[in-house]
């Protein structure tokens, strides 16, 4: 016990030297993320205190909605309260019902399978592969033909008997999954596919927007997300229709009349507040320099870690360009061992890395759902992935270049 400990911190020594180094001026503790504001947001937000348009009505919600859609290469955003209530009206707009199954990535926020059960189904988990940490795409097709088949009443799974809707594809850390793969996979078996871009604001895959890759998206503004608005999310979009519906949906179904309260089904208090979208208004306004700069970051974790043997400071795929919203070391499977000794000494110094999320299928939640029998490549991913600190301003707090090789 005592040896393998010391060859654990043995492994772990030359990873926290180099973060030590490259952070030194960093302040402590040094969060793994931090949103960052100026003048932009106080202006917005205090125009709304000043104006009194706080709430559901005011022009920021609209403005921000535009310049998502801009940004994000869709016709439609539609703001909502938060990333998980994207997720479940993207479910509800696809026409996800109670007792389907949707695909998701075990791998993945815990939100992305909660927002599934509130849409009243069942998340059905998949195997992630170790390039994109992404849905392994072969191996999903290869489940699908073991375990599904397609019938006029849909893709139905011959084991549980329930139907099988959807998708989710979640871009993590902001590399964006292999969507054209991904599209074609959800095409052959007739069901829809939701992108969870809650981490990819700001990536391209192809040059397309993560966002737009999708039959529908959704985005989250929580505050340790690329942009924030203290809490919120976006349901974005190509078709007018879809996006009526989830307007309608996230704003209480309440019909447009002068005086009375007519609502014309069971609809959700979803909306963001005026309040909440001033700030992304301000926000969105910086995501192309925060974008860069955290492109730069990555660049530094790279060159100050690439060398150490063990591990890797994970790259953008080849197709694809990253907002890096979280920087990624991913150790080696003989240097798995290495992760806690690591989180251990990093977390001690005041520098906040953290492990990846625990995979869905060993929460005791999900942990009887329908899944691929093997998902051995997200549990060792689970087993091997740290993220760095990876605020935008990081950039500025760096030792310069090349100190921290002296
Ligand atoms: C943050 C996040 C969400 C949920 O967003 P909230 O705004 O916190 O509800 C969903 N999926 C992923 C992958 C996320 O990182």
């Known amino acids: 016990m005592a040896a393998v400990k010391a060859e654990a911190s043995e492994l772990a020594a030359p990873w926290v030297a180099a973060l030590e180094a490259l952070l030194a001026d960093a302040p402590r503790p040094l969060p793994l993320h931090a949103p960052q504001f100026d003048a932009a947001e106080e202006r917005l937000v205090a125009d709304c205190v000043s104006t009194a348009w706080v709430s559901s009505v005011g022009a920021y919600?609209?403005?921000?909605?535009?310049?998502?859609?801009?940004?994000?290469?869709?016709?439609?955003?539609?703001?909502?309260?938060?990333?998980?209530?994207?997720?479940?009206?993207?479910?509800?707009?696809?026409?996800?019902?109670?007792?389907?199954?949707?695909?998701?990535?075990?791998?993945?926020?815990?939100?992305?399978?909660?927002?599934?059960?509130?849409?009243?189904?069942?998340?059905?988990?998949?195997?992630s592969e170790p390039a994109r940490l992404s849905i392994d795409v072969d191996k999903l097709d290869e489940h699908l033909a073991a375990c599904a088949k397609r019938t006029e009443a849909g893709l139905i799974n011959r084991h549980t008997g329930r139907r099988i809707a959807a998708l989710i594809v979640v871009h993590i850390f902001g590399h964006p999954a292999d969507m054209d793969r991904l599209r074609d996979l959800a095409d052959r078996w007739g069901i829809a596919l939701i992108e969870d871009a809650a981490e990819a604001l700001g990536s391209t895959y192809k040059d397309r927007p993560a966002g737009s890759l999708a039959d529908a998206a959704a985005l989250s503004f929580n505050g340790n997300k690329i942009i924030t608005t203290g809490s919120g999310g976006a349901i974005l979009c190509q078709d007018a229709t879809l996006a009526a519906r989830a307007t309608h949906l996230t704003t209480t179904a309440k019909v447009a009349e002068r005086y009375e309260f007519v609502h014309d089904e069971v609809g959700y208090n979803y909306r963001l507040s005026n309040l909440h979208a001033a700030l992304g208004v301000a926000q969105l306004g910086k995501l192309p320099q925060f974008v860069a700069d955290k492109r730069l970051l990555a660049a530094r974790y790279t060159d100050a870690l690439g060398a150490i043997d063990g591990g890797s400071v994970l790259q953008e795929p080849a197709d694809s360009a990253s907002n890096y919203w979280l920087n990624a070391v991913v150790l080696d499977e003989d240097s798995a061992d290495a992760r806690d000794a690591i989180l251990d000494r990093t977390n001690d110094l005041g520098i906040l890395t953290r492990p990846l999320w625990r995979p869905m299928h060993l929460l005791p939640m999900y942990a009887d759902n329908p899944r691929m029998s093997d998902l051995s490549v997200a549990e060792s991913l689970y087993r091997r992935v740290i993220n760095l600190p990876s605020s935008p301003a990081l950039l500025q707090q760096l030792a310069p270049a090349g100190r921290q090789h002296d």
């Open 61 to 127: 919600v609209g403005e921000f909605a535009d310049q998502l859609a801009l940004t994000c290469g869709v016709n439609h955003a539609v703001p909502c309260i938060n990333g998980t209530a994207a997720l479940h009206m993207c479910c509800h707009l696809l026409g996800v019902a109670p007792g389907d199954e949707v695909l998701l990535p075990t791998l993945t926020f815990v939100a992305t399978a909660n927002a599934v059960v509130h849409a009243g189904a069942i998340p059905h988990l998949v195997e």
